[in-house]
């Protein structure tokens, strides 16, 4: 069975320490990584997709990284506007015609203190 | 373009009731689905569009739950006599094919009293 599993679950950081979240993934086969941040109350806000291992992608503060079994969300000197829940989700590839979902994990909750 | 948009952002009814939300995908993606977040989880996984073609369904997706889309375009997801483990937050998402991103709505959160 798919699976995905994020660390750690919560995590308090100072303003401009720099720190990793990981995302482990078991699947068949992959035919993306996402990475998608979610305020409270909100629906996930997309940042990042991954298709192989060793593929990298930046965005500000933010860099993704893929394995072949996990994905790391890197942050660098963060704010405190990047408090949020990230959460990392695979698309496995299917022998079922059509099969669409994403496999997501729990998400790991980010919180910058100023 | 514009996002996907969903109606009501907030839904509370009494056990029991029928409740029926909307999903309005971005305009030229194909492609919609459900899924379904409660506090503390990831979104799983409910159902899925291709244009009016529902292609699968989970097992989470009872026969309480149906989903349509008419004509391609907008979905609805109703509740039938709803249960107190059915308040969650419901997201909808689109994309424009099958490795492309889904991008999601801001959710409608059900609360069943």
């Known amino acids: 069975e798919d699976q995905v599993t994020q660390s750690p679950e919560a995590l308090r950081l100072q303003e401009g320490e720099s720190s990793s979240l990981n995302c482990s993934y078991t699947v068949s086969g992959l035919r993306g990584l996402f990475w998608y941040r979610q305020d409270p109350g909100k629906g996930p806000e997309f940042l990042f997709t991954l298709y192989s291992a060793g593929e990298e992608k930046e965005k500000e503060r933010l860099k993704a990284t893929l394995t072949k079994k996990e994905s790391f969300l890197h942050i660098t000197a963060p704010k405190p506007e990047d408090s949020a829940t990230y959460l990392c989700?695979?698309?496995?590839?299917?022998?079922?015609?059509?099969?669409?979902?994403?496999?997501f994990g729990q998400g790991t909750r980010l919180t910058i203190n100023p | 373009d514009t996002g996907v948009s969903q109606d009501p952002r907030h839904k509370i009814t009494k056990r029991g009731q029928n409740v029926t939300f909307r999903c309005d995908p971005i305009?030229?993606?194909?492609?919609l689905y459900w899924y379904r977040q409660t506090l503390g989880q990831g979104p799983e996984f409910l159902t899925y569009f291709q244009n009016e073609a529902q292609l699968e369904k989970s097992r989470l997706l009872s026969d309480r739950f149906s989903a349509e889309r008419p004509k391609g375009s907008f979905s609805t997801l109703e509740i039938q006599r709803t249960e107190q483990g059915d308040s969650a937050m419901y997201l909808c998402?689109?994309?424009?094919?099958?490795?492309?991103?889904?991008?999601f709505g801001p959710g409608t959160r059900l609360t069943v009293l």
């Open positions: 998402a689109s994309s424009r094919s099958l490795t492309d991103t889904q991008y």
């Open positions: 989700a695979v698309h496995p590839r299917s022998i079922i015609q059509g099969a669409q979902k994403l496999v």
């Open positions: 305009s030229e993606h194909n492609r």
